[in-house]
T-cell receptor, first 110, second 113 residues
Framework: GQQLNQSPQSMFIQEGEDVSMNCTSS?????WLWYKQEPGEGPVLLIA?????ELTSNGRLTAQFGITRKDSFLNISASIPSDVGIYFC??????????FGGGTRLMVKP | NAGVTQTPKFQVLKTGQSMTLQCAQD?????MSWYRQDPGMGLRLIHY???????DQGEVPNGYNVSRSTTEDFPLRLLSAAPSQTSVYFC????????????FGPGTRLTVL
């Protein structure tokens, strides 16, 4: 099946720093999504991208749909303690299924 | 709206036991799905449904059954639990036309001894 490689697997940063994470695939995706999961809860959708090259922001979060349609990036500016969690990318290619990356665990030091 | 609800929150089973994980949504969403989450592996799709009476297999369907008799409910059945099914299970739903934007429930943590 389709595989999504998400990196880094974990990050430990200082409050106020910017964060970058990415997802790459060997297959083309038509949609990229970014989710955040906090402990004991289900993932929550942050940003959805539907067009190659698209750049979309949601507050301090910015995500981009790669031109090749095989990658996507998520940036968080000026991190705060409540940004802590696991961030997942997900892609949709053919069919009715989403493929999820393995997640990036973000830890923020106040 | 309660959104997507799942019961139970936690469950411990012995190998060979059967049980049903419940999932319900009150948003009139056509699309519903079940995922399992294991450490370092993200979420993997077990089964999904694009509407009442329609179900299909996902990436890891073996050992699980589903049915969709109503728009609101999408139960997941384990017929004979195995230790390899120890995981956190998430149900999700989405508006049919843009099912990529899935809303997730809070999860069920299942341990099979």
């Amino acid at each position: 099946g389709q595989q999504l490689n998400q990196s880094p697997q974990s990050m430990f940063i200082q409050e106020g720093e910017d964060v970058s994470m990415n997802c790459t695939s060997s297959s083309i995706f038509n949609t990229w999504l970014w989710y955040k999961q906090e402990p004991g809860e289900g993932p929550v959708l942050l940003i959805a991208l539907y067009k190659a090259g698209e750049l979309t922001s949601n507050g301090r979060l910015t995500a981009q749909f790669g031109i090749t349609r095989k990658d996507s990036f998520l940036n968080i500016s000026a991190s705060i303690p409540s940004d802590v969690g696991i961030y997942f990318c997900a892609g949709h290619g053919a069919g009715n299924m989403l493929t999820f990356g393995g997640g990036t665990r973000l830890m923020v030091k106040p | 709206n309660a959104g997507v609800t799942q019961t139970p929150k936690f469950q411990v089973l012995k190998t060979g036991q059967s049980m049903t994980l419940q999932c319900a949504q009150d948003m009139n969403h056509e699309y519903m799905s079940w995922y399992r989450q294991d450490p370092g592996m993200g979420l993997r799709l077990i089964h999904y449904s694009v509407g009442a009476g329609i179900t299909d297999q996902g990436e890891v369907p073996n050992g699980y059954n589903v049915s969709r008799s109503t728009t609101e409910d999408f139960p997941l059945r384990l017929l004979s639990a195995a230790p390899s099914q120890t995981s956190v299970y998430f149900c999700a739903s989405a508006i049919g036309a843009i099912y990529n934007e899935q809303f997730f429930g809070p999860g069920t943590r299942l341990t099979v001894l």
